[in-house]
């Protein structure tokens, strides 16, 4: 069974940095893309990068495109978000998923994903 442990995730200003770690289990990560997605508070969960299964390209959304950065390694089978400028519209939790493309990823069903517990990033002064 696909499993996700999220963590990283923590208390910081605006304008500041956080690095989020996802460690997977029960898949390789060069079987299948995989990416982020952050739920705002009282929001729908929402798509923000994805990196393919070769890891030779990236996906972001409008939001966050300049500012994070996501990454993996392929021996930890795990992939990292750096998170630099934070605005205190990135504050939520923040979850990881895969799929078999990037493209499939963006559209990915919700329900349907065996999700992790997350990891809790607040941005506020």
């Known amino acids: 069974q696909v499993q996700f442990v999220e963590s990283g995730g923590d208390l910081v200003q605006p304008g500041g940095s956080l690095r989020l770690s996802c460690a997977a289990s029960g898949f390789r990560l060069n079987n299948a893309a995989i990416g982020w997605f952050h739920q705002a508070p009282g929001a729908q969960r929402e798509f923000v990068p994805c990196i393919n299964n070769r890891l030779t390209a990236t996906s972001y959304s409008d939001s966050v495109k300049g500012r994070f950065t996501i990454s993996a390694d392929n021996e930890k089978n795990t992939v990292y978000l750096q998170m630099n400028s934070l605005e205190p519209d990135d504050t939520g939790a923040y979850y990881c998923?895969?799929?078999?493309?990037?493209?499939?990823?963006?559209?990915?069903?919700?329900?349907?994903?065996?999700w992790g517990q997350g990891t809790q990033v607040t941005v506020s002064s």
């Open positions: 998923a895969t799929a078999f493309t990037c493209a499939a990823l963006r559209r990915i069903q919700l329900s349907a994903v065996n």
